[in-house]
């Protein structure tokens, strides 16, 4: 392997241009989708719309609580992840593998606020990308009383904007190239990629092509200044240019300027090889000697070309076979800040693990793109038609809400003025308004006209059009329903409501199945001997145990076990393990689950106890029995509520 300089490396970097140039083209052209997604979830659904004269910006937002309550309902999942091993003789080392991996979605990597984060974003833009990584010198990672560092797992989001691949590729597997950036202080990148610390600095010191690049792709979110918007323009635009940094990016802060540069990522598929052979077999020694090659002297086996004695270093072999190999069988990695190479050396830019870093999770498929569809895109027409609908019931109130006067000059004592007369008549509960003598004929109040119901029908037809889009009832969120409705009616909008989500479940499942893949080969593959683990116990009780050769050899696969912890899920699995109970009997397994199920603390005493109880009425029966003592019977009860009773009456 060598270090890429000279012309290869000018060759390279162009070539990476032109790849991230077609990257973020294609992802440009999906981004007015994650633009449209932000402002409709963020309450900018006015964004670059104009509004009649005198209309305030009022929006009725049905999107966000759709998607709150999507995001709730997954909030009640709890996972489990299984590690199936390929052999059965390793399963232990495979259990020890699904204790850790366990505590680390529960614990270390924080796996259910992750989940949520990533369907947020596919809520938004469509789809989110994860990447998996190792990171040899984490933050808090320095292990001070050994004096080294000790790597971890990370897990991260990429904003959409900042992602992209082949515009050819349906699937990222397809793909030939991938390119992501991220921004990062600079000490942070001297220390994790030395000997680089001037081109860093100048990289840091320049104008940064991608802070222009987000104000660019942002700038049509923030509505356009218009005098007649009223007084709530600045209000509608807040919270999404604060999420999308436009404005940060437009501030000139010191404490930022110099400090921060641009790291960018490739990985593409290289088809280099090199010619390679691999070694014969060694030939018989009846061989060597039939085809003249060897003869015999004594015990010793001589070659007849030289005369040398033939041993385990010399020994002829049969042709070997000759094949081309892939220099980066798994593809090729490099990392550059502007033109400079992060990992210049070619054996650094091998890609050593078997899957990609980056895996994606979609809200909603899409035929023949690795992109989803948002929560937005389908609704937004409907939100367009409910936020017209209630300006209208706005404009009403405010122009005809206030009674208007018609008054004749000189009517109102001591009001020359109309602002005098507006003082003088304004509307207030209990007013008294003086007339001039005479003149009460001459002041009449007019009556406001009647509100359309045309405009109240098109509000409720196009709410409930816009429920039945975005798949979340008002049951689902738990609002009273208008009018009357059976019950049947009731439960079948809370089924279509969890049929909705269960796809999100079913596309959640996928994507963790894939994720968790890759952080498995990330510990195996950089998990040092006799590092100690935390793992996930019996009833989730942390312990603690030691990597060791057998859990670095096991070959597993990931398996994703899911459930609610909503109430009639729970109930459910209750009423499930009642009728096991009652076909297979008081098993301690059952009873176990069934009291974990109702969140019995200590579940083990509790049986342990039950089972002590058991065996004292079983010594009393038998005691009696033997004493001659009549027994109406002896009852035992049965954690499933059911009962067995056991008649020792003598001489029945």
């Not at 050819?168 to 001297?190: C, G, N, Q």
């Not at 690795?370 to 209208?392: F, P, T, Y």
């Not at 003592?629 to 059911?642: E, M, V, Y």
């Amino acid at each position: 392997m060598a270090v890429v300089t000279g012309e290869k490396l000018k060759s390279l970097n162009s070539q990476l241009d032109d790849w991230r140039t077609a990257c973020l083209d294609e992802t440009d052209g999906w981004l007015q989708i994650y633009r449209d997604g932000l402002n409709y979830a963020f309450n900018n659904q006015l964004a670059n719309k104009k509004l009649k004269d005198g209309w305030d910006p009022i929006t009725a937002n049905y999107i966000f609580p759709a998607m709150m309550q999507e995001l709730a309902i997954l909030s009640q999942r709890y996972t489990t992840v299984l590690a199936r091993p390929t052999e059965d003789s390793d399963s232990q080392y495979a259990d020890m593998w699904q204790s850790h991996l366990q505590w680390l979605y529960e614990e270390d990597l924080n796996m259910e606020e992750f989940l949520l984060r990533a369907a947020l974003d596919a809520k938004i833009a469509g789809y989110s990308v994860a990447k998996t990584l190792w990171e040899p010198e984490p933050r808090n990672g320095w292990d001070i009383q050994n004096k080294r560092w000790i790597g971890r797992l990370r897990c991260a989001l990429i904003r959409p904007e900042y992602f992209g691949s082949d515009p050819e590729a349906e699937t990222l597997d397809e793909a030939s190239y991938i390119f992501t950036a991220r921004r990062a202080h600079k000490e942070w990148v001297k220390r994790r990629w030395p000997g680089h610390d001037e081109e860093i600095d100048a990289a840091a010191n320049e104008d940064d092509a991608w802070n222009d690049r987000t104000q660019r792709i942002y700038d049509t979110i923030v509505i356009t200044d218009k005098p007649d918007i009223g007084p709530n323009e600045g209000d509608q635009a807040r919270l999404v240019s604060l999420l999308t940094g436009v404005k940060t990016a437009r501030l000139n802060d010191d404490a930022r300027e110099g400090q921060y540069v641009t790291i960018e990522e490739f990985h593409y598929q290289d088809y280099e090889t090199r010619n390679g052979e691999t070694r014969g077999d060694d030939i018989p020694e009846e061989e060597l000697i039939q085809k003249g090659l060897a003869f015999r002297e004594g015990t010793i086996l001589r070659s007849n070309e030289t005369g040398v004695a033939l041993g385990p270093n010399n020994w002829p072999t049969k042709d070997g076979l000759t094949y081309k190999e892939p220099m980066y069988p798994r593809g090729r990695m490099i990392l550059r800040i502007g033109e400079t190479l992060l990992n210049p050396d070619t054996k650094d830019q091998i890609y050593p693990y078997e899957r990609q870093p980056f895996v994606i999770g979609v809200n909603h498929l899409l035929p023949h793109t690795w992109r989803g569809l948002n929560n937005v895109e389908m609704a937004r027409g409907l939100q367009d038609w409910v936020n017209i609908s209630i300006q209208h019931l706005g404009a009403a109130v405010k122009h005809f809400g206030d009674p208007q006067w018609v008054v004749e000059e000189g009517a109102v004592e001591g009001a020359k003025t109309p602002r005098k007369l507006a003082q003088r008549i304004k509307s207030a509960a209990g007013k008294i308004i003086f007339v001039s003598k005479g003149k009460i004929d001459k002041i009449r109040r007019e009556p406001a006209p009647a509100l359309s119901t045309g405009v109240i029908s098109t509000f409720t037809l196009m709410a409930q059009e816009l429920r039945d889009q975005t798949g979340i009832q008002e049951v689902g969120l738990g609002r009273a329903q208008e009018g009357q409705q059976t019950k049947h009616e009731i439960v079948r909008l809370e089924t279509n409501t969890r049929l909705r989500t269960a796809l999100s479940h079913k596309l959640l499942d996928q994507f963790l199945v894939r994720l968790w893949r890759n952080i498995a080969e990330l510990a195996q593959r950089n998990y040092e001997p006799e590092r100690v683990l935390r793992v996930i116990g019996k009833r989730h009780a942390p312990t603690i145990t030691e990597y060791n050769q057998g859990m670095a050899d096991v070959r597993f696969d990931i398996q994703i076990e899911a459930g609610t912890k909503l109430p009639f899920d729970v109930e459910k699995k209750r009423m499930n393990l009642t009728e096991a109970m009652g076909i297979l009997g008081p098993l301690p397994t059952l009873v176990e689950r069934y009291l974990e199920a109702s969140e019995i603390m200590n579940p083990e005493e509790v049986i342990a106890e039950w089972q002590q109880m058991q065996l004292q009425l079983q010594q009393q029966a038998q005691q009696q029995e033997a004493e001659g003592t009549p027994n109406a019977g002896t009852k035992t009860n049965t954690p499933s509520g059911g009962n067995t009773n056991t008649n020792t009456t003598e001489g029945a």
